[in-house]
């Protein structure tokens, strides 16, 4: 059965960094577009960064540009967000997700898989 699963989230200091791991099972991500999302209590769920898997692509909010960076190491079957200089308004759940079909509006969470997310908490 198809699965994503994500790791890496805890609690860091503002000004921290964390690096989060969207590992999969029977879906080869390297034919995937992979999105991470975040939802905090009472808000939408926003994307926040995404990579295509035709031709590297890679989209981020405008809230995390210059501090995010989202990757693939295709022989581990996983994709990473690297979070720097974390702030307070960053804590959420964060989803990873997965689609071999979305190819634009890589941010709109339209993604056919998703994982059950991981808890990033940025307080002093």
């Known amino acids: 059965q198809a699965q994503l699963v994500e790791s890496g989230g805890g609690l860091v200091q503002p000004g921290g960094s964390l690096t989060l791991a969207c590992t999969a099972s029977?879906?080869?991500?390297?034919?995937?577009?992979v999105g991470w999302f975040r939802q905090a209590p009472g808000k939408k769920r926003e994307g926040v960064a995404a990579i295509s898997w035709r031709d590297g692509t890679t989209d981020y909010a405008d809230s995390v540009k210059g501090r995010f960076t989202i990757s693939r190491d295709n022989a581990k079957n996983t994709v990473y967000l690297r979070m720097d200089n974390l702030k307070s308004e960053d804590s959420a759940d964060y989803f990873c997700a997965a689609d071999p079909q979305q190819l634009l509006f890589l941010l709109h969470p339209t993604y056919r898989h998703w994982g059950q997310g991981s808890q990033v908490t940025v307080s002093s």
């Open positions: 029977e879906l080869p991500l390297e034919n995937y577009t």
